[in-house]
Antibody
Framework: QVQLVESGGGLVKPGGSLRLSCAAS????????MSWIRQAPGKGLEWVSY????????YYADSVKGRFTISRDNAKNSLYLQMNSLRAEDTAVYYC????????????WGQGTLVTVSS | QSALTQPASVSGSPGQSITISCTGT?????????VSWYQQHPGKAPKLMIY???KRPSGVSNRFSGSKSGNTASLTISGLQAEDEADYYC???????????FGGGTKLTVL
């Protein structure tokens, strides 16, 4: 069955960096578009970044542009989010989510990993 | 991109029907039949309930249905059950070279 397992979250000081990972299994990872979506405590969902199946197309939310970098390793069935210059407002649960190729919805989500930015 | 507008909360009794609205603009909801809906129980990951306005993924109850008129999409849940109590989020495609946009979420209470 489809599984997405995030890791790498934790407590980091403002200005610090963190790298999130999402391990995929149960499907042909290289066929699917992937996204990172976050949810601040008690708040709604925010689409953070998106990467196409080959990695050739990448988008970022304005709130993270220039600070976050999404990447994927299809040989390792893994998705990554490098987060630099972290701010308190980046505190959230970060989910990785799968989208069928060329389609704009998320059919499977991971369980999420919590990132807390605080001094 | 501004968030889509959803009511903060809705409620209904078991067996009743409720509708959650999701209002966007002519740049997102109004221009594309690419609205999806997600159900989220406390402490859990979101689950896809409706995609492309009105399509239901395999395994999702037919009590859930979606529609769209102009810049507003809607999720209707019929025959409310206690297990439907959750937060619901809409999401719309907003054009190439941008990410999509989510609604602020609606808390459904089953009385």
């Amino acid at each position: 069955q489809v599984q997405l397992v995030e890791s790498g979250g934790g407590l980091v000081k403002p200005g610090g960096s963190l790298r999130l990972s999402c391990a995929a299994s149960g499907f042909t990872f290289s066929d699917y578009y992937m996204s990172w979506i976050r949810q601040a405590p008690g708040k709604g969902l925010e689409w953070v970044s998106y990467i196409s199946s080959s990695g050739s197309t990448i988008y970022y939310a304005d709130s993270v542009k220039g600070r976050f970098t999404i990447s994927r390793d299809n040989a390792k069935n893994s998705l990554y989010l490098q987060m630099n210059s972290l701010r308190a407002e980046d505190t959230a649960v970060y989910y990785c989510a799968r989208s069928p190729p060329g389609l704009y919805y998320f059919d499977y989500w991971g369980q999420g990993t919590l990132v807390t930015v605080s001094s | 991109q501004s968030a889509l507008t959803q009511p903060a909360s809705v409620s209904g009794s078991p067996g009743q029907s409720i509708t959650i609205s999701c209002t966007g603009t002519s740049s997102d909801v109004g221009s594309y039949n690419l609205v999806s809906w997600y159900q989220q129980h406390p402490g859990k990951a979101p689950k896809l309930m409706i995609y492309e306005v009105s399509k239901r993924p395999s395994g999702v109850s037919n009590r859930f249905s979606g529609s769209k008129s102009g810049n507003t999409a809607s999720l209707t849940i019929s025959g409310l059950q206690a297990e439907d109590e959750a937060d619901y989020y809409c999401c719309s495609y907003a054009g190439s070279s941008t990410l999509g946009v989510f609604g602020g979420g609606t808390k459904l209470t089953v009385l």
